[in-house]
């Protein structure tokens, strides 16, 4: 009998536990490599790879139904938008029910993967001296755990603490302390509401452009729940549509002293908040515009305003960084790397990438279909086009996403949440008809390949 394929999966957090899960439905045989002690990944604030950016107080920024994997259900009496902490317990619940843990690898930090010297499968190292060999590979180690520090520094210098956003754990960082939260995603508005109920004073908010801020709640729903039946639309109007209905409900951002948005919505990602508006509003929470300078015990903005500050927290977001591949596999830049469908390498379909997207809305439901496209793959159900197919429709994609999020705002890789996941399915039938009309790429592992020779 033919041995079953082998694929690593690097990873045991969302996206490595439902490629786990997919592939062993397909029958494939699977090792998953975790850094850290449990499940859960970024979720799991405890977790000892120190690699989690989970705070004490957050929770879901997407509402359950929306956020939820359609094989596991979050529990009805949940509410709305759990916290952290639920989700990490949820996905724990995960691996345990579909029996995913006796695959993965705890304490097994990978230092490097790479094909063969024979060129047929992989090789993958970890920290401890160990190296196994598999047919395929798939990435799912996220691209949130690299904090960004603002580039180039700003000039001048800072007396007091500095702290970046990954960093942050609960309020008590801030007591009797003057604060200023550099950042305007979804991070900064929950620490600088943190920080008002702690903090020496009003908390200061700098960002040089402004987001649109949505309520978790518009007219009695999570917000996020007309989001499937406007899907059918084209963008251009979704965005209209909901952009009309938010200054109804909560005015614009900018008649809360916040900068002007830079793009409309559903082109830069929203910040969600029930309470950065109310904090604004109550003087507990003050906007600034972008930092100018550092000038000892204090900062001074773009407008010349100078206030003193003891400690700043730097919400400016993450590099995207896979250590253990080389540049061979992530080329000059892994923000820029192109992917079939974001998921497969143009150059070889044996390493194929769960995750490695920015989406509009939640990443769960994301990597679910995704890690059901690797499966159908590497399981053997599913073709790839031909190259060049592959290389026009990640060019097709690209130019259709640099139109509407721009250049300059990893074009590369994002994805629109429901056509994304409306297109995964789509595309794992095609490729299905490829595989049956033999005009597609099939995976042959390489424990196959040498009885074809």
């Known amino acids: 009998m033919t041995p079953p394929t082998r694929v690593a999966v690097i990873g045991a957090g969302a996206a490595g536990l439902a490629t786990t899960k997919s592939l062993l439905d397909a029958g494939v045989d699977v090792v998953t490599y975790e850094k850290g002690d449990r499940p859960g990944g970024l979720w799991a604030r405890d977790n000892s790879s120190g690699l989690s950016p989970a705070y004490a107080s957050l929770h879901l920024n997407t509402s359950k139904a929306r956020t939820q994997f359609a094989d596991f259900p979050m529990p009805a009496h949940w509410s709305d938008y759990p916290s952290a902490d639920r989700v990490a317990g949820y996905l724990a619940d995960y691996a345990e029910t579909f029996g995913l843990v006796p695959h993965l690898r705890f304490h097994r930090t990978v230092s490097s993967a790479e094909r063969s010297e024979s060129g047929e499968g992989w090789l993958v190292s970890t920290e401890d001296g160990r190296t196994d060999a598999y047919d395929a590979l798939v990435v799912a180690s996220g691209h949130n755990w690299d904090p960004r520090w603002p580039e180039p520094a700003y000039p001048g210098t800072f007396a007091g603490t500095q702290l970046h956003a990954h960093d942050y754990r609960s309020a008590e960082v801030f007591r009797g302390r003057r604060v200023l939260v550099v950042g305007m995603g979804n991070s900064a508005m929950d620490i600088a509401v943190d920080a008002s109920y702690t903090a020496s004073g009003p908390v200061l908010l700098s960002a040089r452009h402004g987001v649109h801020v949505i309520p978790k709640y518009l007219f009695g729903r999570p917000s996020d729940a007309t989001g499937g039946a406007l899907s059918v639309l084209p963008w251009r109007m979704r965005q209209r549509l909901a952009e009309r209905l938010l200054r109804l409900a909560v005015g614009t951002p900018q008649s809360y002293g916040l900068p002007a948005p830079r793009g409309g919505l559903f082109q830069n990602h929203p910040t969600i ?22 000038d000892g015990d204090a900062v001074v903005f773009t407008d010349g305003t100078r206030d003193e500050v003891d400690l700043i927290v730097w919400a400016t977001g993450y590099r995207v960084t896979v250590p253990f591949l080389t540049r061979r596999w992530l080329g000059e830049d892994p923000e820029r790397l192109p992917l079939y469908r974001r998921v497969f390498h143009l150059d070889d379909s044996s390493l194929a990438f769960v995750g490695l997207m920015q989406s509009t809305g939640a990443a769960l439901p994301v990597v679910e279909a995704q890690a059901k496209l690797v499966a159908a793959h590497f399981g053997g159900s599913y073709a790839l086009p031909r190259a060049a197919d592959q290389r026009r429709a990640v060019a097709r994609a690209l130019r259709d996403a640099t139109a509407r999020w721009g250049a300059d705002r990893r074009p590369m890789m994002r994805v629109d949440f429901d056509a994304y996941c409306a297109e ?30």
């Open 424 to 453: 995964l399915p789509r595309e794992t039938r095609a490729g299905r008809a490829r595989l049956r009309r033999g005009t597609g790429r099939p995976f042959i592992p390489a424990c196959r390949q040498e009885s074809l020779v």
């Open 273 to 294: 908040s029930d309470t950065i508006l109310h904090r604004l509003t109550h003087g507990e929470v003050v906007p600034r515009p972008g930092v100018d300078r550092l």
